[in-house]
């Protein structure tokens, strides 16, 4: 089937992991969840990797078995103003998504601030025709398969016409189960045994188009 659309992931995957931008989100969240469970670090982790399985994002475990409601307060601690200050306008970039013979969009776990202060750095805030964010997406982020409907329902769009892209095998995968064109960027080859398309940057997307 034609594609209609290019749907991107944005953390680690409109910038690159070298910046240490989710090293830093992560430590945050594990910060967060040390003052508020009251546990060890080494605690507050095994928890977290084992539960995350079952959750998009910290912030829907909190809220489903911890009984945690103050999002705003959340998003705050995790996502401080200053969190996207190491990153830089990227005039590749941009002239890449300038390239795309197809409108493009985002769909993130993140929150939309959050999504914003990285789009306005990296100079590339206006090439999006929409930001689907965790808010938008009534905290239930990829890999649920609301998540990818909710946006393809908005975008009226089909799993089959709309390309996506992350740097999270789950959320691909997540995708690719709905008979989407899911794409793993995977610029650290950190998942050689990846068993659907993967590729190590994103100007490799033009293969794909047709
Ligand atoms: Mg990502």
Known sequence: MTLHYILFDLDNTLYSPRYGLELNVGRRIADFLVAYLGLSLEEVLAQRRERLQHYGTTLEWLMAEKGYTDIEAYYEAIHPAG????????????????????????????????????????????????????????????????????????????????????????????????????????????YPGYPHPRIRHLRELTGFLH
Request: hydrophobic content about 40%; some cysteine.
């Open 83 to 190: 969190e996207a200050d190491s990153l830089a306008p990227d005039p590749a970039l941009r002239a890449f998504l300038e390239s795309l013979p197809l409108p493009c969009g985002i769909l993130t776990n993140s929150p939309r601030e959050h999504a914003d202060r990285i789009l306005q750095r990296l100079d590339i805030a206006d090439l999006f025709t929409h930001i689907f964010d965790l808010r938008w997406n009534g905290f239930k982020g990829k890999p649920h398969a609301e998540a990818f409907h909710r946006a393809l329902q908005a975008l009226g769009s089909l799993p089959e016409t709309t390309l996506f892209i992350d740097d999270i095998p789950r959320c691909v995968t997540g995708y690719c189960a709905l008979g989407g064109q899911g794409i793993l960027l995977d610029e650290e080859n950190a």
